[in-house]
């Protein structure tokens, strides 16, 4: 291969890298709106069109290597740079719409100024040439203009006049105003020159394959990455479709859908829903990111139980749903009982120990129902029946649930206006010093009285309103109402009796339960040491240093902390000291069986040892009888409360009584 040959390789592989690059910097420019990569597109233009037109030249033997590389032949390449600078910048600061003469002016700027960088560069290189004016020339000139009006016109696009294109488009006017420009250069050359027009030509067509070559290669590249990266975005919008984002479980639209087939299909199936426990209560002790990592953990711990037919879903919040085609009820039962006692094991996650239950409940296709609405709400009214006989068991849709969840959900709704329409009442039960046979004070029970389903048992609306969050406002409600009256029973007889209220779980974790009883002793003129609250066993399960420290408000204020039902849960040796609890309340399950059960009455006996040594008071719940009262003295029991004394009373027969001297 001769020097001549090589170089002139060289050109055109110069010719086609500018020419990729106006593509390259199009494209950005059309996804992106750079404004550095537009500027670099009338750069990469100029050249292209330079090494194009020089490359003609030297392959016609019109310039020698040292001639193309003269001032003379390097200088056009920067007219023509300058040329497509000030075009561009021009057409980008002009106003759509109500400037297209101004385009056309452009236009027609663009094809003179680049015939008369080529005259003058052919002038200069070829000293002989002459100017003839032919209708090639005319046709190269105005062909030009009108190539390049029409690309102002699809640029305004771009200029955001019109609707915007694809940006293929884009790439092809910039291919179509690149080679018009190139072709119509070599049109002018040959008519100020005397080479054969068949040469021409086929030069031309040449370069016109190579381009279009590079064109198609180019956009079939870049489409099929465009397509690659649709596919897998539509690929992943389908599975958030139908998939939980946190767990990665099918979501309520994909369990639809599967059951709408089953029943369509008339397969037995069997659906089962099921609620964490308290769920509430993790958020917002431990944050949601807690509550987060549990789901995910509740999920797998779920799924280990699972046949692979069966398909688990989350429905959303805590609420998981299980479905399993089979016909055999021992399947559905064996898998109910599996699932709830698979998470009774503690759950650790950043050092926190978490105890997490569930309740499950179960409908079945075509038994308990025919449709899917019908389906989904037996599930969950199985579901509910769970929680409401006490969480962490599981329970079969049958037909006499629906006549007690009807009941709950009245109860609930009922509940909210209950104090408003003065349903609430509260008793009180006496409290007496054992060796002296003293009345010592009472404890506050909410008693609610529905005008129409009569007297609801606290053990089936307490718990309600715990579900509800309605556990705060009653809560503050009898606190207010057991001040108030012991107070004015206090002022009237001059006597000093303390009262007890209970106050939940959820109350105690909260700050706001310090403003409560600040507001009740204020309002009241209650002695803050003549107000204890009670709070159950299940408070050791809660994050001890923030209950400790809302303890400790409460006592600086001079109220007393006592724990209710002691025996029954969770406690140890240690939760007695880190609580500092001034009083136990001995659960009347062991008080009922003293003097009949030996492991009941030693058990009794080291709970009130125990608790002196501590400095701590006990008191005994549930005393009925003699017997009882007289082993509790003899164990050295503080007070006791019970049957025995007295049951819970309205405020008037407590004044009543204390009037004629008969509960003292």
């Given at each position: 291969?001769?020097?001549?040959?090589?170089?002139?390789?060289?050109?055109?592989?110069?010719?086609?890298?500018?020419?990729?690059?106006?593509?390259?910097?199009?494209?950005?420019?059309?996804?992106?709106?750079?404004?550095?990569?537009?500027?670099?597109?009338?750069?990469?233009?100029?050249?292209?069109?330079?090494?194009?037109?020089?490359?003609?030249?030297?392959?016609?033997?019109?310039?020698?290597?040292?001639?193309?590389?003269?001032?003379?032949?390097?200088?056009?390449?920067?007219?023509?740079?300058?040329?497509?600078?000030?075009?561009?910048?021009?057409?980008?600061?002009?106003?759509?719409?109500?400037?297209?003469?101004?385009?056309?002016?452009?236009?027609?700027?663009?094809?003179?100024?680049?015939?008369?960088?080529?005259?003058?560069?052919?002038?200069?290189?070829?000293?002989?040439?002459?100017?003839?004016?032919?209708?090639?020339?005319?046709?190269?000139?105005?062909?030009?203009?009108?190539?390049?009006?029409?690309?102002?016109?699809?640029?305004?696009?771009?200029?955001?006049?019109?609707?915007?294109?694809?940006?293929?488009?884009?790439?092809?006017?910039?291919?179509?105003?690149?080679?018009?420009?190139?072709?119509?250069?070599?049109?002018?050359?040959?008519?100020?020159?005397?080479?054969?027009?068949?040469?021409?030509?086929?030069?031309?067509?040449?370069?016109?394959?190579?381009?279009?070559?590079?064109?198609?290669?180019?956009?079939?590249?870049?489409?099929?990455?465009?397509?690659?990266?649709?596919?897998?975005?539509?690929?992943?919008?389908?599975?958030?479709?139908?998939?939980?984002?946190?767990?990665?479980?099918?979501?309520?639209?994909?369990?639809?859908?599967?059951?709408?087939?089953?029943?369509?299909?008339?397969?037995?199936?069997?659906?089962?829903?099921?609620?964490?426990?308290?769920?509430?209560?993790?958020?917002?002790?431990?944050?949601?990111?807690?509550?987060?990592?549990?789901?995910?953990?509740?999920?797998?711990?779920?799924?280990?139980?699972?046949?692979?037919?069966?398909?688990?879903?989350?429905?959303?919040?805590?609420?998981?749903?299980?479905?399993?085609?089979?016909?055999?009820?021992?399947?559905?039962?064996?898998?109910?009982?599996?699932?709830?006692?698979?998470?009774?094991?503690?759950?650790?996650?950043?050092?926190?120990?978490?105890?997490?239950?569930?309740?499950?409940?179960?409908?079945?296709?075509?038994?308990d129902a025919s449709d899917l609405r019908q389906l989904?709400?037996?599930?969950?009214?199985?579901?509910?029946?769970?929680?409401?006989?006490?969480?962490?068991?599981?329970?079969?849709?049958?037909?006499?649930?629906?006549?007690?969840?009807?009941?709950?959900?009245?109860?609930?709704?009922?509940?909210?206006?209950?104090?408003?329409?003065?349903?609430?009442?509260?008793?009180?039960?006496?409290?007496?010093?054992?060796?002296?046979?003293?009345?010592?004070?009472?404890?506050?029970?909410?008693?609610?009285?529905?005008?129409?389903?009569?007297?609801?048992?606290?053990?089936?609306?307490?718990?309600?309103?715990?579900?509800?969050?309605?556990?705060?406002?009653?809560?503050?409600?009898?606190?207010?109402?057991?001040?108030?009256?012991?107070?004015?029973?206090?002022?009237?007889?001059?006597?000093?009796?303390?009262?007890?209220?209970?106050?939940?779980?959820?109350?105690?974790?909260?700050?706001?339960?310090?403003?409560?009883?600040?507001?009740?002793?204020?309002?009241?003129?209650?002695?803050?040491?003549?107000?204890?609250?009670?709070?159950?066993?299940?408070?050791?399960?809660?994050?001890?240093?923030?209950?400790?420290?809302?303890?400790?408000?409460?006592?600086?204020?001079g109220v007393s902390i006592s724990m209710d039902d002691?025996?029954?849960?969770?406690?140890?040796?240690?939760?007695?000291?880190?609580?500092?609890?001034?009083?136990?309340?001995?659960?009347?399950?062991?008080?009922?069986?003293?003097?009949?059960?030996?492991?009941?009455?030693?058990?009794?006996?080291?709970?009130?040892?125990?608790?002196?040594?501590?400095?701590?008071?006990?008191?005994?719940?549930?005393?009925?009888?003699?017997?009882?009262?007289?082993?509790?003295?003899?164990?050295?029991?503080?007070?006791?409360?019970?049957?025995?004394?007295?049951?819970?009373?309205?405020?008037?027969?407590?004044?009543?009584?204390?009037?004629?001297?008969?509960?003292?």
């Open positions: 291969m001769g020097q001549a040959e090589l170089f002139v390789y060289v050109l055109i592989l110069l010719s086609m890298f500018f020419f990729y690059l106006v593509f390259e910097n199009s494209k950005r420019f059309a996804l992106e709106g750079n404004m550095e990569n537009k500027l670099w597109i009338p750069v990469f233009a100029g050249v292209y069109l330079w090494t194009l037109l020089y490359t003609f030249l030297y392959i016609n033997k019109l310039v020698t290597t040292r001639q193309y590389l003269s001032w003379p032949s390097m200088l056009p390449m920067f007219l023509f740079i300058v040329m497509y600078i000030i075009a561009y910048k021009s057409f980008f600061k002009v106003a759509p719409f109500n400037r297209l003469r101004y385009y056309l002016g452009v236009s027609v700027y663009m094809s003179f100024a680049k015939s008369a960088i080529v005259w003058w560069s052919l002038h200069k290189l070829i000293p002989g040439v002459t100017l003839h004016v032919s209708h090639i020339l005319l046709g190269g000139i105005l062909v030009g203009a009108g190539i390049f009006f029409t690309v102002c016109l699809i640029q305004l696009f771009y200029a955001g006049a019109l609707e915007v294109p694809s940006p293929w488009l884009l790439l092809l006017t910039c291919f179509t105003v690149c080679y018009v420009f190139a072709i119509s250069c070599l049109e002018f050359v040959q008519g100020v020159t005397t080479v054969e027009s068949t040469s021409l030509y086929v030069g031309e067509a040449m370069s016109l394959f190579v381009l279009l070559a590079i064109t198609v290669l180019y956009l079939e590249k870049y489409h099929k990455k465009e397509r690659e990266k649709l596919s897998k975005v539509n690929e992943y919008l389908d599975y958030l479709a139908y998939h939980d984002t946190l767990t990665r479980l099918p979501n309520r639209r994909k369990i639809m859908e599967v059951m709408a087939a089953y029943i369509q299909k008339n397969t037995p199936f069997g659906v089962y829903f099921i609620d964490l426990d308290n769920f509430k209560d993790v958020n917002d002790l431990w944050g949601h990111d807690i509550g987060d990592e549990l789901l995910q953990r509740v999920a797998c711990e779920l799924k280990k139980h699972l046949r692979p037919t069966d398909i688990i879903g989350r429905l959303g919040g805590d609420e998981f749903i299980i479905l399993r085609t089979d016909t055999l009820e021992d399947s559905f039962i064996y898998l109910g009982n599996r699932l709830v006692d698979g998470v009774t094991e503690p759950i650790t996650i950043r050092n926190y120990q978490l105890q997490v239950t569930v309740s499950a409940g179960l409908a079945r296709f075509p038994q989904m709400k037996k599930a969950d009214i199985a579901m509910y029946e769970s929680k409401a006989r006490g969480r962490n068991i599981f329970c079969c849709y049958s037909a006499d649930l629906d006549e007690h969840v009807t009941r709950t959900m009245r109860l609930k709704e009922d509940l909210k206006k209950a104090a408003m329409k003065g349903q609430l009442s509260v008793h009180y039960q006496p409290k007496f010093q054992i060796d002296k046979r003293k009345l010592e004070g009472f404890e506050a029970l909410m008693r609610w009285n529905h005008p129409e389903l009569g007297v609801i048992a606290p053990a089936e609306f307490i718990p309600l309103a715990e579900e509800t969050g309605l556990i705060h406002e009653l809560g503050a409600w009898i606190l207010q109402e057991a001040c108030t009256q012991i107070a004015a029973l206090n002022r009237q007889l001059e006597e000093r009796f303390y009262i007890a209220v209970n106050f939940s779980v959820k109350q105690t974790r909260e700050e706001r339960i310090i403003r409560v009883v600040q507001q009740a002793l204020a309002t009241s003129g209650l002695p803050a040491e003549l107000l204890e609250i009670e709070v159950t066993e299940s408070i050791v399960m809660e994050d001890a240093q923030r209950v400790n420290g809302i303890f400790a408000k409460l006592r600086a204020l002691f025996g029954t849960g969770y406690n140890s040796f240690s939760h007695l000291k880190q609580f500092r609890f001034q009083r136990l309340k001995i659960d009347r399950g062991f008080v009922q069986h003293l003097g009949e059960d030996s492991h009941d009455t030693a058990i009794v006996a080291a709970i009130i040892s125990m608790a002196h040594q501590l400095g701590i008071k006990i008191t005994a719940e549930g005393v009925e009888t003699q017997d009882q009262l007289h082993i509790l003295q003899e164990m050295g029991c503080d007070d006791a409360q019970g049957y025995y004394f007295s049951k819970p009373l309205p405020l008037e027969t407590i004044q009543q009584l204390l009037l004629q001297k008969q509960l003292v």
